[in-house]
């Protein structure tokens, strides 16, 4: 592996410029504007939205049109795309450009979820590299001006491996930069990121920047990964869950990795947050989700339900008071539990820090019939497939 210092915290992705190297990952269900809006309140970099199924933009799907607004606090606007049909993806981004909807547009080949791989998408669909190629560049051709980045895995299994090649073919592309997962489509979660495959790709890919993703849950983790693998920067998924603030914290650490704080201030600068400031969050998080949901608080409710375990990861709070959070109903129902708990309570250290999120098992990979047996996919056949491409949900958080 490479040893690598920053001389300079920002990262420069074609014409945008960060103030730090740092992008949070695309997540279903998880990353609408509510939660970028919470994660730029406490640090800074690029955020990106839920993928979005670009037949289903095509076609200005009620869903997927809610899924690419931005606030108007969002600056840049980034937003995911996932698709197998080249001329589909071209029509998507087409859209996003002429109606002026983002400043930025990644390409997902990195998700493992069956659905999306079934039909070849996601990280499956590196392993034909005649449509990978095409995908690419017909969506850098309709970005124009706009920078298009793909973000990727190791591939679906040990025995087939993409992404090397695929960086190749996608820096040939024109792409502004590139992130890789280090894992395998079959790891999904599971065991640990091979961080040495995103030193590998930073070796080979020399023109734009590469960018690494996985096992990043702490600041520390971020700046490990860049001195190790010598990657321009880093795309934080799963780290962030129930934790908005870790993007101060590696905004801290990247700036002192810089020279621009001292490495006192950066440590000061860490959040060991007290009970309060977390329920404060959860609280803001909710108000956010309230605007997201156009004043539908019973729907915003609903939707913060599944972050309650990630928020209070390691504080003594007791099962009932979890379990009613875990029901909330109303904003007023959530400060009547929460004036029950202790704000003063003390931040629990290690017992808050490390994984969360999904990890579970190495799990089979979906595929189309007879997708290993060749490299080269019958181009002709991709409008069909398209017409079934359009999947709801589908992830690659890191």
């Known amino acids: 592996m490479t040893s690598q ?61 809610r899924l690419i607004k931005h606030h108007e606090s969002e600056t840049p606007r980034s937003i995911q795309l996932y698709g197998v049909d080249p001329r589909t993806v071209s029509e998507a981004v087409r859209f996003l450009v002429d109606q002026d909807l983002a400043d930025h547009i990644d390409l997902n080949f990195g998700c493992p979820v069956p659905k999306v791989t079934r039909r070849g998408g996601g990280s499956a669909l590196p392993w034909k590299r005649d449509l990978f190629r095409a995908i690419v560049e017909g969506a850098v051709g309709a970005a124009g001006s706009i920078p298009l980045t793909v973000k990727m895995r190791k591939g679906i299994d040990a025995d087939h491996l993409t992404y090397l090649d695929a960086a190749r073919a996608a820096e040939d592309a024109g792409v502004a930069a590139i992130a890789l997962h280090g894992r395998t489509a079959n790891e999904f979660y599971s065991g640990e990121a091979d961080w040495a495959a995103i030193a590998e790709l930073k070796e080979t890919v020399t023109s734009v920047p590469v960018l690494g993703n996985g096992d990043i849950w702490s600041a520390d983790d971020a700046i490990r990964m860049v001195r190790e693998t010598g990657c321009d920067g880093v795309v934080v998924g799963r780290g962030c869950l129930g934790r908005p603030w870790l993007f101060g914290d590696l905004a801290a650490a990247f700036r002192a990795e810089a020279g621009e704080l001292s490495r006192d201030e950066a440590e000061a600068a860490l959040a060991k947050p007290p009970l309060g400031f977390v329920m404060d969050a959860m609280r803001r ?29 390691g504080y003594g709070v007791g099962g009932d008071t979890r379990r009613a959070l875990a029901s909330v109903e109303s904003l007023a129902q959530m400060d009547e539990i929460f004036s029950t708990m202790d704000a003063s309570m003390p931040y629990p250290g290690e017992g808050a820090e490390g994984q969360r999120g999904r990890a ?33 949900g589908g992830s690659d958080g890191g």
Not at 288 to 313: M, N, P, Q, S, T
Request: charge should be negative; include cysteine; charged fraction near 30%.
């Open 5 to 65: 210092t920053l001389a300079d915290a920002r990262l420069r992705i074609g014409p945008l410029e960060l103030e730090v190297p740092v992008v949070l990952a695309p997540m279903a269900g998880i990353t609408n504007t509510a939660f970028r809006r919470l994660c730029r309140e406490y640090g800074a970099g690029l955020y990106v939205s839920e993928m979005i199924t670009s037949r289903a933009l095509v076609e200005r799907t009620p869903a997927s049109m």
């Open 285 to 313: 998080h909710a108000e956010l989700l309230v605007e997201f949901f156009d004043g539908e608080e019973d729907r915003a409710c609903r939707d913060i339900r599944k972050h309650v375990a990630w928020y209070f990861k």
């Open 360 to 392: 579970g098992s190495p799990k089979r990979v979906h595929l189309p019939d007879g997708w290993l047996d060749t490299r080269t996919s019958d181009l002709a056949d991709r409008a069909s497939v398209a017409e079934g491409e359009r999947v709801d």
